[in-house]
């Protein structure tokens, strides 16, 4: 009995390698990767105490540059197709605010500006997403800052510093990189 299945296996094997192998051309193939880079572009918190000077005058307007190093990666920068960037906000003030983002190259010129937010008052929740394609815009590439303006607009209620108020901002940026 033995004897008999030790040929019978071997056919079977011999039928398996031959029937599974085929001719591969590696010139012929067409691999794309397409991965997806998720990380931090800028996080901050303000109080009531940012917005007034020294004197309790109101300050129109809170500035921030923020270094945007992840383009400095050449193979980051040569594979970028496109950047969404995730934004959420909690306006703890009773006011409004307008919230402006620019990305500046070595000598602070734009290289994209982003869509201005209107913050509502008391907004603990305000959520939006941004997309940059870099075949529109190019010169996005060659980003290495970060500005945000926070602009409180005149209004009827002065900002009182004895009442602790928070406003903060959250980034999130997906790139997506084709090779």
Do not use: H, W
């Amino acid at each position: 009995m033995k004897f008999k299945l030790v040929p019978l296996q071997i056919l079977f094997c011999v039928a398996l390698f031959i029937s599974c192998s085929d001719n591969l051309n590696f010139d012929n193939t067409n691999l794309v990767l397409e991965p997806v880079v998720n990380t931090p572009i800028v996080y901050f918190e303000l109080n009531q105490n940012n917005f007034l000077d020294e004197f309790n005058q109101e300050i129109s307007v809170v500035s921030d540059i923020t270094v945007f190093r992840i383009l400095e990666t050449t193979i980051l920068k040569e594979n970028l197709v496109e950047l969404k960037i995730d934004f959420e906000v909690e306006n703890g003030f009773n006011r409004m605010f307008l919230v402006n983002m620019f990305f500046l190259d070595d000598d602070n010129n734009i290289t994209y500006t982003v869509d201005e937010f209107i913050i509502d008052a008391g907004d603990l929740n305000y959520s939006a997403t941004r997309t940059i394609l870099i075949e529109t815009t190019p010169e996005f590439l060659n980003s290495t800052r970060f500005r945000t303006d926070i602009i409180l607009p005149p209004a009827s209620t002065n900002l009182n510093p004895a009442i602790e108020k928070v406003f903060k901002f959250r980034s999130l940026g997906t790139f997506y990189l084709r090779f």
